[in-house]
């Protein structure tokens, strides 16, 4: 036969020539035919038409005139065999590709030939022995080449880069596309209970929140187990509790646990990236005063604030902060409510920062608590989740590989030590920045190399900021950088990355999935920037339930606290959680690892001089 694309195959010494090789499939080859023709005879119908084949496997046709005119064709006279090649003008024959297909026997006769050929050629399409059925279109003349409409476009990438970001199904959950059109402030929406005492994305998702708190619930036995200790108790009751933290299912079970302890809440997110629109939607079905959805603007996130807190007829009296913006808000809006709380709660760097600062001052007008630099805060859900969380929010968005790429993480507190520790395990060169001495000679004597951030910036693939300060990474050290280097900021604020200088007119930002932003210089180099400079890992991705657990107890324990404090006890100042209660909630943490404690004997206790019971270490103990 004659290959379209005339690529040809030689077998062995002897053999024909053949093109199956270049998968046409237009042509005959008399070698296959010829291993086919037992099983084509085999499933050829029972009439007066007989086939047979030459040696060199041509086909060799007798057939009644009967069967010749009910095939449409005139009768087909007997052909010699020939030899295995192709024959040419001098009459040794008609080559296969010339002749016409027996009545009757085509089909059958095709169908085993691709059969075999499928099993001597597995680099084929698979054929089956099913005709082949072509898909019918309700019009033929459609065009595939028209872009879908503006609406089209918009809802399909919405549904695409949020899909890897939120934690339910996008199918079941994004159903209604105008959701995303609509501001949640502009929606009028109530819960099952008649209540508009809220403001979420949508209250329908209320369901998947449900599911995902309950998911979070059963890794957070230590809290669960406080929740069943004091509910009988409430040692809430009376507490009115204005909260603003990340909103995951993981706070959802905390702001449920001190709803059943007797406090009445209303909450608001601290970052616009991190709030899971199902599970604040789980919150306000529940009857919980929500103000939050994902992606909201600055406008946005101030107002959700104030909306927590300006309420007729109900009045704060206990915050739960997380960065201190909360807290900023009441103290400078709402100076009256200020002066009447009973205690505040803050768990981040930054927002503890802001308190110091405020008792340095004098301005300070109640007791904090320090919660960030609480042992079972800062050793676990500094170090810890961290150490896990990093590389999960930089999959997520990047999908970079971390073996050989050479990263530079800004600070070597807890938060940086357990950001090193992740990336030198997936084979991360990687440089540690510090001011303080200390910190640099933990990083140096744990193998990586302490640099200015100057020295390496242009040569690194990576930069990730966890200091807590504002202004780490500048505009000149971004305009150094390599091409799609990977900026992001592991610390609460926004403020560690200079982002503000990016938004220049010859500058132009990239949206390329969510929380995924590409900077593009005018000579064309790019930088990849993550969460627009926001926390990475409650942005970009999830956080280890577990650990959450141990700093949920740490919160409510430390609420408990300052709300049953006698007075006096705490004055106009920040404070440390106190150790007794930090070990308290390392030990409801302990079964989970079936892991079981030594006990003290009496003369043990009495000469290391400690009570049995504990607390077990002094209050200027480094862990």
């Known amino acids: 036969g004659v290959c379209v694309r005339r690529r040809w195959w030689r077998g062995p010494v002897g053999a024909p020539r053949c093109c199956f090789w270049c998968s046409c499939r237009r042509c005959r080859c008399p070698a296959v035919l010829d291993r086919g023709a037992e099983e084509a005879r085999a499933t050829a119908p ?8 030459g040696p060199g496997g041509r086909v060799g046709e007798r057939v009644s005139e009967g069967a010749a005119r009910a095939g449409g064709r005139a009768p087909v006279r007997e052909r010699g065999g020939g030899g295995g090649s192709a024959a040419g003008p001098a009459g040794r024959g008609m080559s296969m590709p010339d002749a016409m297909p027996l009545p009757g026997v085509g089909e059958e ?16 399409a698979t054929v089956t022995k099913a005709p082949k059925k072509q898909i019918q279109f309700a019009d033929d003349m459609q065009e595939f080449t028209k872009f879908p409409t503006k609406t089209g476009r918009r809802s399909l990438s919405r549904s695409i880069s949020q899909s890897s970001t939120d934690s339910y199904s996008s199918a079941a959950s994004y159903t209604d596309s105008s959701d995303d059109e609509v501001s949640p402030r502009e929606k009028q929406q109530t819960n099952s209970k008649g209540s508009s005492n809220f403001c979420v994305k949508n209250i329908k998702q209320a369901e998947f929140g449900r599911r995902e708190i309950e998911i979070a619930e059963q890794d957070m036995s230590a809290l669960i187990s406080l929740r069943k200790r004091a ?32 406090a009445q809440c209303r909450w608001s997110a601290c970052n616009i990236y991190s709030t899971q629109n199902e599970v604040a939607a789980a919150l306000a079905e529940a009857g919980v005063a929500v103000f939050a959805w994902k992606g909201e603007s600055e406008d946005d996130f101030w107002w959700c604030i104030d909306r927590c807190v300006n309420m007729d007829g109900w009045q704060a009296n206990m915050i739960l902060d997380d960065g201190g913006d909360l807290t900023h808000w009441v103290y400078k809006k709402y100076p009256n409510v200020f002066k009447k709380i009973r205690g505040i709660v803050e768990e981040s760097v930054t927002g503890v920062h802001r308190l110091y600062q405020l008792s340095k001052a004098g301005k300070l007008c109640v007791p904090a608590m320090n919660v960030n630099d609480s042992v079972t805060k800062q050793k676990f859900d500094n170090l810890y989740c961290c150490r896990e969380s990093i590389l999960d929010g930089l999959k997520r968005t990047t999908d970079v590989m971390f073996g050989g790429k050479q990263v530079v993480v800004c600070g070597y507190g807890e938060v940086g030590k357990g950001c090193c520790a992740a990336l030198k395990a997936l084979g991360a060169i990687v440089y540690i920045t510090e001011i303080d001495p200390i910190c640099a000679l933990q990083a140096c004597m744990d193998g990586f190399r302490v640099v200015k951030l100057n020295e390496v910036i242009r040569q690194v693939d990576v930069v990730i900021t966890c200091t807590g300060n504002k202004n780490v990474v500048t505009r000149e050290h971004l305009d150094r950088m390599k091409n799609s280097c990977i900026v992001c900021n592991m610390g609460h604020s926004n403020t560690e990355i200079d982002v503000t200088s990016l938004r220049t007119p010859e500058l132009t930002w990239e949206r390329v999935r969510s929380q995924v932003d590409h900077v593009i210089w005018p000579d064309g180099k790019r930088v990849v920037l ?8 409650l942005s970009c991705s999830t956080v280890p339930t577990f650990v959450l657990s141990i700093t949920a107890t740490t919160q409510a324990l430390a609420l408990i606290e300052l709300y049953n404090a006698p007075e006096g006890r705490y004055k106009q100042d920040v404070y440390l959680l106190p150790k007794k209660m930090d070990e308290y909630v390392a030990s409801l943490h302990l079964p989970s690892f079936d892991a079981h404690l030594t006990e003290l004997t009496d003369d043990q206790a009495k000469y290391l001089g400690l009570n049995k019971n504990g607390p077990f270490k002094p209050n200027y103990y480094r862990y």
């Open 46 to 53: 029972q009439h007066p038409t007989r086939l047979s084949l």
């Open 109 to 124: 006769l095709k169908q085993a030939k691709e059969i075999e050929d499928a099993e001597k050629y597995s680099f084929m």
């Open 231 to 262: 509910q009988g108790e409430k040692p809430l009751a009376g507490a009115k509790i204005v909260g603003c933290t990340h909103i995951t299912a993981q706070t959802a079970v905390l702001i449920e646990t001190l709803c059943a302890l007797g």
């Open 530 to 537: 993550l969460a627009e400079g926001r926390l990475l890992n």
